[in-house]
């Protein structure tokens, strides 16, 4: 196993969805797992020309489920969640016989969104030997975060070598599995998330059941962190492990280190 380092920094910042909203469409505060695997499968068919389906009915992303073992974010700048009003096409919505009226082929519309002025993301992937120097070239192409308007630009991709610490506390800027702390670190904030795991949450038309915990950087009022970083309490040595990349200390399942011995 090799970890894939990509740093970047967001035009503004990045919106993903809830699944299953329609009209008020509120934001997830942290880009999940998924949509950072996401990321890098879009850069990915960019490099190589392939289409962003696999086939008719999933995203491109579950060909790279096989390649990549693990996904996290670290964001290095504040940030605040908030809704602003768009105008959105809703004459698909809209009764038969009102279609012809361009009154009503336009609504009003809360869209989540959160900004990160100024910040560097910094995105790392567990990611197979054999598929590094691939993926590594794809990582380049990546364009944006969560929805195409979250444009980001790649600043720099590095191939490291994977570093166990050999210590079960520490503080952390990446976002962390619930489950790898014995207790909520200070300067957090829990979400939910879907298993990123899953290829069915993948396919279009699937509405992915939430029941994947994390902890995210947040001191009360924002978002991410420059020097107040998550402290993880103690780290629960049976689940997880800390590697480090570069300064930073992040928190890995015990079963990835696992898998590479295999």
Known sequence: MKTLLVKARPVWG???????????QETLPYPPPSTLIGALASGYARLLGLPEKDGDK?????????YVKYATICIRGYGVKQSDPHRNIVIGFQR???????????????????YFPDAEVRI???VEDGRVDTLAKAAWNILYLGSKEGLITVEEVKVIDIEVVDDDYGETCYMTP?????????RSQEVVFWDWRNRNNYR???SPDMSIGYYIPYNGM???CIEDCMEIGRLDTTRGVFIRIEEDLVPIPKTILEESKQ
Request: glycine share 8%; net charge positive.
């Open 14 to 24: 990045f919106t993903v969805k809830y699944p299953s909203q329609s009209a008020a």
């Open 58 to 66: 999933a995203s491109l992303t579950v060909r790279l489920l096989d």
């Open 96 to 114: 038969k016989e009102r279609r012809r009226n361009p009154r009503y082929w336009y609504g009003l519309q809360a869209m989540g969104k959160v």
């Open 124 to 126: 790392v992937y567990i």
């Open 178 to 186: 619930k489950d790898l702390a014995v207790s909520r670190p200070r």
């Open 204 to 206: 279009y038309g699937y």
């Open 222 to 224: 924002f978002y991410g």
